[in-house]
């Protein structure tokens, strides 16, 4: 069975495990998030599952690329958590700009996609996070720790050089633009959803700094992101939670950063493939129940990446490591990687606190823009000058 996705969730750890528990044959093609986007609305008979982000639903879903997943073949459907069912955890909305999940979750009668409950979803929540920015907290300028953690961080003229962006143009150009914003520099009227406009004036900021060689480097996946540092190329950069772990190995002093804007969240999950059908149908809904059986969601949360069903994750995690990664408290011994014994370190606290802390403060949400074709192509001219 073909599984379509990036090296967030495709990791060899994950298949070995799967293939063990259920006794299917997986193949993880592993390709970086705008081709994962582009083959999965391409070529749907090259996958059984696609694996990637809720946002990516806004170009498959109209390209008819995927099909329904059936709510009664979820078993554990009911202990997903309300994040990605109503936008909400508890009384805290965690709404924030961009695509939000719930709003392109429920299939709807006409098979549009909607908020309101049905029994069809186009996605399987799954694997989500709050992101941001990491920095080495013994390279910046003290006044710069001073005025607090920003996203104009990554535009000061301090780091000029020593500073790295997300290439993907869909999630780079949003960290851009919380930082162009921050910096007082612009102000868009919805930081989710730019407008051509607007996407034209961050462009051109954005390669004014490039040509004063304010950026040192652009990544596609979290292991380049992790090189960057770790050679010594840059002090900061925008930042996915895996990267961490290998910063952590490296025995690198960073902080991941708390913006006082609030972060850029993402929610994940899988999809099915138009084109999967019959005994490979049956294979590919047991995969996508076996994520939600707690050992994957262990595994997501030693990597800083949290789980829908978060109860259930609990039961393959020790109460030491349960308090570190979701209720946001200080380690209170050495804490185990996804593949590795040493991790955490004793004392060490998550930057941002635990999970209602984190996701209740989402700026805006990974999006495909109204404009995103426009912005592809201004953001390759970007990337290019």
Same mark, same amino acid.
């Given at each position: 069975m073909r599984v379509l996705g990036t090296s967030v969730t495709l990791q060899e750890h994950i298949r070995v495990e799967a293939e063990r528990d259920l006794g299917i044959k997986l193949r993880f093609i592993v390709e970086d998030g705008s081709s994962v986007q582009r083959n999965g609305v391409m070529h749907p008979e090259s996958y059984e599952i696609y694996d990637q982000w809720f946002h990516s639903i806004d170009c498959l879903w109209p390209a008819r690329a995927l099909q329904?997943?059936?709510?009664?073949?979820?078993p554990r459907w009911d202990e997903i958590n309300s994040l990605p069912?109503?936008?909400?955890?508890?009384?805290?909305?965690?709404?924030?700009?961009?695509?939000?999940?719930?709003?392109?979750?429920?299939?709807?009668?006409?098979?549009? @996609?909607?908020?309101?409950?049905?029994?069809?979803?186009?996605?399987?929540?799954l694997t989500h996070n709050a992101d941001s920015f990491v920095y080495l907290d013994d390279t910046l300028p003290e006044d710069l720790i001073e005025r607090g953690e920003s996203w104009a961080w990554l535009l000061a003229p301090e780091l000029a050089g020593r500073v790295a962006l997300q290439a993907d143009a869909a999630i780079g150009a949003i960290d851009a633009a919380l930082a162009v914003e921050a910096s007082g520099l612009?102000?868009?009227?919805?930081?989710?959803?730019?407008?051509?406009?607007?996407?034209?004036?961050?462009?051109?900021?954005?390669?004014?700094?490039?040509?004063?060689?304010?950026?040192?480097?652009? !990544?596609s996946s979290?292991?380049?992101?992790?090189?960057?540092?770790?050679?010594?190329k840059v002090a900061i950069q925008s930042?996915?939670?895996?990267?961490?772990?290998?910063?952590?190995?490296?025995?690198?002093?960073?902080? @991941?950063?708390?913006?006082?804007?609030?972060?850029?969240?993402?929610f994940g999950g899988m999809s099915l493939s138009r084109a999967?059908?019959?005994?490979? @149908?049956?294979?590919?809904?047991?995969?996508?129940?076996?994520?939600?059986?707690? !050992?994957?969601?262990?595994?997501?949360?030693?990597?800083?990446?949290?789980?829908?069903?978060?109860?259930?994750?609990?039961?393959?995690m020790?109460?030491?490591? !349960?308090?570190?990664w979701y209720d946001g408290k200080p380690a209170p011994g050495e804490l185990p990687g996804p593949t590795t014994q040493h991790l955490v370190t004793t004392g060490q606290r998550r930057d941002g606190g635990g999970y209602v802390a984190r996701m209740g403060?989402?700026?805006?949400?990974?999006?495909?823009?109204?404009?995103?074709?426009?912005?592809?192509?201004r953001w390759a001219e970007f990337m290019r000058a």
């Amino acid at each position: 069975m073909r599984v379509l996705g990036t090296s967030v969730t495709l990791q060899e750890h994950i298949r070995v495990e799967a293939e063990r528990d259920l006794g299917i044959k997986l193949r993880f093609i592993v390709e970086d998030g705008s081709s994962v986007q582009r083959n999965g609305v391409m070529h749907p008979e090259s996958y059984e599952i696609y694996d990637q982000w809720f946002h990516s639903i806004d170009c498959l879903w109209p390209a008819r690329a995927l099909q329904p997943i059936d709510i009664e073949r979820i078993p554990r459907w009911d202990e997903i958590n309300s994040l990605p069912r109503t936008g909400r955890l508890g009384r805290r909305a965690c709404a924030g700009a961009g695509s939000i999940p719930v709003d392109r979750l429920y299939v709807q009668p006409d098979n549009s @996609l909607g908020r309101k409950p049905t029994e069809r979803i186009s996605m399987l929540p799954l694997t989500h996070n709050a992101d941001s920015f990491v920095y080495l907290d013994d390279t910046l300028p003290e006044d710069l720790i001073e005025r607090g953690e920003s996203w104009a961080w990554l535009l000061a003229p301090e780091l000029a050089g020593r500073v790295a962006l997300q290439a993907d143009a869909a999630i780079g150009a949003i960290d851009a633009a919380l930082a162009v914003e921050a910096s007082g520099l612009m102000k868009f009227a919805d930081i989710g959803n730019l407008t051509i406009e607007e996407i034209d004036a961050l462009i051109a900021t954005l390669i004014e700094y490039k040509r004063r060689g304010h950026f040192a480097g652009f !990544w596609s996946s979290f292991a380049e992101a992790a090189q960057l540092m770790i050679s010594n190329k840059v002090a900061i950069q925008s930042i996915w939670s895996p990267a961490t772990v290998e910063l952590e190995r490296a025995g690198l002093r960073f902080k @991941l950063a708390s913006p006082r804007e609030g972060y850029r969240a993402w929610f994940g999950g899988m999809s099915l493939s138009r084109a999967t059908s019959g005994r490979t @149908l049956d294979a590919a809904y047991e995969y996508l129940n076996w994520w939600l059986e707690g !050992w994957a969601g262990a595994s997501m949360a030693r990597q800083g990446f949290y789980i829908s069903n978060p109860e259930r994750s609990r039961e393959h995690m020790n109460d030491a490591e !349960w308090s570190y990664w979701y209720d946001g408290k200080p380690a209170p011994g050495e804490l185990p990687g996804p593949t590795t014994q040493h991790l955490v370190t004793t004392g060490q606290r998550r930057d941002g606190g635990g999970y209602v802390a984190r996701m209740g403060r989402i700026a805006v949400w990974d999006s495909v823009m109204d404009e995103h074709n426009y912005l592809v192509r201004r953001w390759a001219e970007f990337m290019r000058a």
